[in-house]
């Protein structure tokens, strides 16, 4: 992070540390859509939903199922949530993908089933948990 901060300014260094924090795991856009999203989460979700589309594009969802196989339930709650945000061409985009996602039996043979996505260690403090995490078995992997 001090790295950051002196380079890009500790503005912008705060922004990407809180955006790492904005929760968008599985099943999180169905309970946002639940709970109604708060305006100071506004800014997060809009670049998580833009996101979406990198991980929905290329069929990155059934790939590597990293959300769950609710793959529709999951799309159709971004176009939601995309829609609550006053943004009808992120929604028109996300929920475009709905006919991707909806025959994708023919990927499950090519599907990986340890890939759960992955988190840069943002600090030597942080890669040494993960490390020492890895060597005790648990679900970590270090490349």
């Known amino acids: 992070r001090a790295w950051m901060r002196n380079h890009v300014g500790k503005e912008l260094e705060c922004m990407v540390a809180d955006y790492s924090e904005f929760d968008f795991g599985q099943g999180r856009p169905e309970s ?16 998580a939903l833009s996101h979406e589309i990198d991980d929905m594009s290329d069929l990155g969802l059934a790939f590597a199922p990293k959300y769950g ?5 999951r799309i159709q709650a971004c ?54 995490d890895f060597r005790r078995g648990e679900a970590v992997r270090i490349a």
């Open 69 to 73: 196989t609710d793959f529709l339930g």
């Open 32 to 47: 946002l859509l639940r709970e109604r999203v708060k305006d100071a989460d506004r800014a997060w979700l809009l670049i």
């Open 79 to 132: 176009a939601a949530l995309a829609n609550q945000l006053g943004e009808p061409a992120l929604e028109a985009a996300i929920a475009s993908f709905q006919v991707q996602y909806r025959d994708v039996a023919w990927v499950n043979p090519l599907a990986s089933t340890s890939l759960r996505g992955f988190r840069m260690a943002p600090n030597v403090k942080k890669y040494l948990r993960l490390r020492r």
